[in-house]
């Protein structure tokens, strides 16, 4: 007997049905498709355990509360890590000079370009096909990731010397040969991260990132204290994301497949490439306005601009960026129990999402001309009115958000593709033409972009899978409703206080989360509910 197979999420097959074994290579389905044929090898599989590496679909409850237990422990350790990080850059400050902290910056800068394509995207090709166990999907997977991370350290220990210089640094490109230990140890573990993800083990993730900041801070502070310099920093940098690689490959133990399948390779990367694009074009729309406004308006210009997208980026493109953490292993396993329950699950992270960055965003608007001067001096003036249109674009950029992993989920990453090229050239233009106008055009360009960008990406779900635009804006209406309010009280209050001053910011806040409050009851009062007894659920998903 025979596995029929035909295209699943990520460009792979999934089986569809047993056919007899015969002499060709590929049958003609009842799809009217070409389809390839694997056979099984029995003694392969587990006693009872299913042939295909398919998952047994959980209810829709217990999926929803097991992805609301991955953002919270997903938000525990990105909070954890932030602290942690910030207090060991206070402590180092004092023992290393700035000089130290330069060189390590000029390194770590390069090795993040290369983050978005570390694992070219097999990682979420993994999440994505719901498999059971170590298949041999996961196992080619690792065999990939293991060659890629082992080709960028390579090369990247090579060039170390020629990357030195470029930053006035030749005497570290031994620094720099040690830091590109960095994705080799992080992209050899990325495999065992994915299948965490796709089985919600977010708990576990939860305990490394904790572990791995512990390490960083135990390699750091006795070498700053004795050795001293920047080896302080790049060895704690490196050490932790060694140990971290280590306890990955403890809690999933992979066995990289050292035979070649080519129809697993080509779907892995077919679809991983799809993946990687989209990270890529999202990190250069991320960095754009920076480059521009450096470029094009001054390096002072953008230090104003950089601190006006501090709290915006805080309160709410960080928490747009945890979601992102779970969503793909949500929509996915969402997606094994049906079409509905994976539309429904994106409606409600769009009201979820949407509610949160709209009424974030107009709060901190409405804020932002005493928390500006109030919280970082008022030499930093000239960021309140950025920081006033960046708060709006970084609401509006929520309520899209929550859609982008469904196409991914659905094994249709280049949809979006489709619609990220030409936005993200777009974006590049409208901030270039923009920058004439200053800082405050740069931030307006980036409003309208996001407000248009959002639109559009609700009219591709639409599109691609027909969810009624009833159903969309639905889902968006209580998040406008909320923030007009909150942000209508805020500047009501305000008017009525004196400009600039701590009490003012005190007070105008209070305003804007009593007034979030009461209108989240009032026009999303059955999504509060719904989301308050997900919480008060025994075994809130995490496990």
Wanted: aromatic share 6%; proline share 5%; glycine share 10%.
């Amino acid at each position: 007997m025979a596995v029929e197979t035909e295209p699943g999420p990520g460009g792979l097959t999934r089986p569809i049905g047993r056919v007899e074994q015969c002499n060709t290579s590929s049958v003609q389905c009842r799809f009217g498709r070409r389809c390839t044929i694997h056979a099984i090898d029995s003694g392969d599989l587990e006693p009872d355990a299913d042939p295909y590496g398919r998952p047994e679909p959980e209810s829709t409850q217990a999926l929803a509360r097991r992805s609301i237990g991955g953002f919270l422990w997903t938000t525990l350790a990105w909070g954890s890590n932030r602290i942690v990080i910030l207090g060991l850059t206070l402590l180092l400050a004092r023992l290393l000079t700035p000089e130290d902290f330069g060189v390590v910056t000029a390194a770590v800068t390069i090795i993040a370009m290369l983050d978005a394509a570390l694992d070219l995207g097999v990682g979420a090709a993994v999440v994505a096909r719901q498999e059971t166990g170590i298949t041999p999907a996961v196992r080619m997977a690792m065999t990939l990731n293991l060659g890629i991370s082992a080709a960028i350290c390579v090369a990247g220990v090579i060039a170390s010397p020629w990357i030195a210089a470029l930053f006035d640094s030749s005497s570290q490109a031994g620094l720099f040969a040690l830091l590109f230990l960095y994705p080799l140890f992080r992209g050899a573990g990325q495999v065992s991260d994915a299948v965490l993800k796709r089985d919600l083990l977010f708990r576990r993730r939860t305990a490394i990132d904790l572990t791995r900041a512990a390490v960083r801070v135990a390699v750091s502070v006795p070498m700053a204290l004795t050795v001293g310099g920047a080896i302080s920093i790049a060895a704690g940098i490196v050490g932790s994301e060694l140990v971290a690689m280590l306890l990955l490959w403890i809690l999933v133990p992979i066995r990289p497949a050292f035979w070649a399948h080519r129809d697993l390779i080509s779907g892995l990367l077919r679809f991983g490439g799809l993946v990687t694009v989209i990270r890529v074009l999202g990190s250069i729309r991320a960095s754009a306005d920076y480059l521009v406004v450096g470029a094009m308006v001054g390096t002072t210009a953008l230090g104003y601009y950089g601190m006006a997208y501090k709290l915006p980026e805080l309160v709410i493109e960080n928490v747009l960026w945890i979601f992102s953490a779970v969503a793909l292993s949500a929509y996915s396993k969402a997606r094994v129990i049906s079409q509905d329950v994976l539309t429904a699950g994106m409606l409600r992270a769009t009201r979820l999402l949407s509610i949160y960055g709209l009424t974030a965003g107009a709060a901190l608007a409405v804020l932002a001309p005493e928390a500006v001067p109030v919280l970082f001096s008022p030499q930093w003036e000239p960021a309140v009115a950025p920081m006033v249109f960046i708060s709006l674009a970084l609401g509006f950029m929520a309520v899209g958000w929550a859609s982008g992993d469904v196409f991914t989920a659905n094994g249709r990453p280049g949809t979006l593709v489709a619609l990220d090229i030409p936005a993200t050239i777009a974006l590049i233009v409208g901030f270039v033409v923009a920058a004439g106008h200053g800082l405050v055009g740069v931030a307006v360009a980036l409003l309208i972009f996001n407000v248009l960008y959002c639109l559009a990406r609700l009219a591709l779900v639409r599109y691609a899978h027909g969810t009624p635009w009833p159903r969309l804006l639905g889902a968006v209406a209580p998040a406008v409703a909320i923030a007009a309010t909150t942000g209508g009280v805020g500047l009501l209050v305000r008017s009525v206080l004196p400009a600039g001053q701590f009490l003012t910011l005190l007070v105008v806040g209070l305003a804007c989360a009593a007034a979030a409050v009461g209108a989240s009851l009032l026009f999303a009062r059955s999504t509060v509910l719904d989301m308050v007894g997900l919480l008060r659920r025994r075994g809130v998903g995490a496990r």
